[in-house]
């Protein structure tokens, strides 16, 4: 039996792909990952009456510390494991499938739209891209800002980054997890604001990115709802986007020609 | 009316997703994009007989040159543009839904899977990735190399490079387009063979990529027929990857655990 990963894309049933909807219709078991991506614009009860079947949801401790009961149970069934975007964008999965196969287990992959390519809406040109970084929400004690450090190389470079902003689902406590109590904290979201902030907050020791840094803020990418929104992280620090996904691009100094035409067409009047 | 631009995805029929159907069912006019990226499962006549509507092929001179005649058509009718792979990877298509917008025909774009997220599949991390490079076929007098100094920079960043290997497809030759005949040489595909020929040819002169150099071949990826080997530069250059298309990773210096392992899996026993 097979262990097919099925990238949903940007949110929506509608984006999944024919080959995605055939596996998870011949599916025995569907799995819904809801920790590193989730869906924006569809619940599980919408997901569930689409496809027609009951679907689970598969946390943290359900894909990484118990895989093996997945692979066991892919063994002598057909396992759909469902991923918001595309599913080898996080380690975790791509984890998984290495030790599907190497437990024998069959592995497939259905790969779909992920925030890595359709950040292409913004107009930034794709191979002007440097490094992916993630903002990490900031915890009392706990600033870890390498993601500046990489944003200022690309900069030097003259790339955009791309920053994907921080999701806690189905996250712990500290006291919670001492005491291993299953109980949950509200989901949280990194919003642009906080994003630029934290990176403000970094700014004030480092000093590496002029007050004249140009980004474009996005909102629920791919959905009636998206927003784009492009300025100095200043002017967009300010700014609502709304619920979440949300996700940033810092702008290389220099734009192309369409960039910059799209910079200024995607900044407010 | 509309112009949506529709993203393929990696190339068969059954990678449409269900939004992408929809639009392209609805649509009075579609034209299939033949020139920045190709489908690999899928002949024009499958897809028409999968859409059950007349498809008309766009090459760099309908979707550039005339650009305003897609424009007028979209003012009037509905008009999909269908592009293999996610629509917007290519700069062609951000100047088209560009010009659009200002012309003030609406724009819908439907993402989908491309080489840019699904090289995931090698196993190599995302969000390791340095800038994409494009090889171009070398011609006589015509040896372009700045993607060599692009790879030698991410190396030494400790970044992967995904390399896009040359398409060429309804060009005319030098003669053809001085006396404006529209006659076209047939289509050529840079294979993973020469992609290395020409990166070593680079390396004679400067020297920058050692013989360790670790790489990752891909073909047809997402197909039945997709094909993943790990080795170094001297390695694949002597594998047959088959039928179009071709990628290629060039690795970071050091690999991550899990990226071990994948290379080790994708290794030639």
Not at 60 to 72: G, K, N, Q, S, W
Not at 135 to 153: A, C, G, Q, R
């Amino acid at each position: 039996m097979t262990l097919t990963l099925v990238g949903l894309g940007l949110g929506a049933v509608q984006d999944i792909t024919l080959r995605g909807l055939k596996a998870i219709q011949n599916a025995d078991v569907i799995l819904l990952e809801i920790y590193t991506s989730v869906l924006i614009d569809t619940s599980l009860e919408e997901l569930e009456s689409f496809i027609g079947k009951p679907v689970r949801q598969a946390d943290r401790i359900t894909v990484e510390e118990r895989a093996d009961e997945i692979l066991e149970e892919a063994r002598e069934k057909d396992v759909a494991l469902l991923v918001a975007g595309d599913p080898l964008s996080a380690t975790t999965h791509c984890d998984l499938c290495l030790r599907a196969e190497k437990a024998g287990v069959k592995v497939d992959v259905i790969h779909n739209a992920s925030i890595i390519n359709a950040i292409g809406r913004t107009g930034m040109q794709l191979y002007r891209f440097g490094e992916v970084v993630s903002i990490p929400l900031f915890e009392k004690n706990w600033t870890p800002d390498s993601f500046y450090d990489k944003i200022v190389k690309n900069m030097k470079s003259n790339l955009h980054t791309l920053c994907l902003l921080d999701i806690k689902v189905r996250e712990r406590s500290i006291e919670n997890l001492m005491a291993n109590r299953m109980i949950f904290e509200p989901p949280r979201f990194m919003s642009v604001k906080v994003a630029i902030e934290q990176m403000q907050q970094v700014n004030d020791l480092k000093q590496q990115l002029p007050p004249t840094t140009r980004a474009i803020g996005v909102a629920r990418l791919g959905s009636k709802t998206a927003k784009i929104v492009a300025g100095t992280l200043e002017q967009l620090r300010d700014l609502d986007f709304g619920e979440p996904l949300h996700s940033m691009v810092i702008c290389a100094p220099q734009l192309h020609d369409i960039e910059e035409e799209y910079f200024a067409h995607y900044s407010q009047k």
